[in-house]
Nanobody, 118 residues
Framework: QVQLVESGGGLVQAGDSLRLSCAASGRTFSNYIMGWFRQAPGKEREVVATINISGRITSYADSVKGRFTISRDNAKNTVYLQMNSLKPDDTAVYYC???????????WGQGTQVTVSS
């Protein structure tokens, strides 16, 4: 089993950057596909970015393409989300999540708040 802990959120101004980290405990981190999700007040949770086990295949929501980058370091059991050119619409609680092959996202972190002021 893997446990996930996010960090790196905060209050920034529009145009600033943040890097979120998600540290995973357990020895099987490299067996999981990882994703970053976010949920803004009054909105449904949405997927932001995903990364496959090797780190070579990534996908992004249209709203963050070209601004956010997901990466992982399997040696450090960590997945990252580099967020550049932040906008007020990026304000949300950001969660990392893990899933095994052929499964839905079943492991979730506690979330980290990102607030972008205009």
């Amino acid at each position: 089993q893997v446990q996930l802990v996010e960090s790196g959120g905060g209050l920034v101004q529009a145009g600033d950057s943040l890097r979120l980290s998600c540290a995973a405990s357990g020895r099987t981190f490299s067996n999981y596909i990882m994703g970053w999700f976010r949920q803004a007040p009054g909105k449904e949770r949405e997927v932001v970015a995903t990364i496959n086990i090797s780190g070579r295949i990534t996908s992004y929501a249209d709203s963050v393409k070209g601004r956010f980058t997901i990466s992982r370091d399997n040696a450090k059991n960590t997945v990252y989300l580099q967020m550049n050119s932040l906008k007020p619409d990026d304000t949300a609680v950001y969660y990392c999540a893990a899933r095994g092959l052929g499964r839905s996202y079943e492991l979730w972190g506690q979330g980290t708040q990102v607030t972008v002021s205009s």
